[in-house]
């Protein structure tokens, strides 16, 4: 018996099995070894044959075996990275801001200004998110 990961995670999967390369030549910055590595773990997670399994029995009688696949602890995964975030929001939320409950928040920029946010993201990027931090600690 192996768990089968769910529909949703397989169409996750499966999008980008099929449009990663189309995304690399569209954006040459993801070009290197580092994002193919991330990516081919995710792909593979949760499949035995790639990244192996842990096989548990009873232990009175050695029967009803139960296969675990292993995960890939790749940030990219969704499944994977979810464990990480929780324990990263969990310390967040001890140094932030003493009793107040964290929430993951999203500052999006204007489309129009995107392009400029990208190819100058070192200068502006950190501008930004200085005054984001500041304006949700004015709030």
């Known amino acids: 018996m192996l768990a089968v990961p769910s529909r949703d ?3 996750f999967q499966q999008i980008f099995a ?6 690399q030549h569209a954006h040459p910055r993801y070009q290197t070894a580092y994002y193919d590595d991330l990516v ?10 790639q990244m192996g399994y842990v096989e ?8 009803g075996k139960h ?18 975030v929780d324990n990263w929001v969990s310390q967040v ?5 003493e009793g107040v409950i964290y929430r993951h928040i999203i500052l999006t920029v204007p489309a ?24 949700l600690d004015d709030f």
């Open 40 to 49: 081919a773990k995710m792909l593979a997670c949760g499949n035995p044959d």
């Open 56 to 63: 548990y029995r009873c232990l009175h009688c050695g029967q």
């Open 112 to 135: 129009m200004f995107r392009t400029t946010f990208y190819h100058n993201a070192a200068v502006v990027l950190r501008a930004f998110m200085r005054c984001g931090a500041q304006c």
């Open 93 to 97: 939320s001890k140094a932030l801001h």
């Open 67 to 84: 296969l675990v696949s292993m995960s890939c602890k790749s940030s990219l995964c969704l499944r994977c990275a979810k464990v990480s």
């Open 18 to 23: 099929d449009r990663w390369e189309t995304f």
């Open 9 to 11: 995670w397989s169409v």
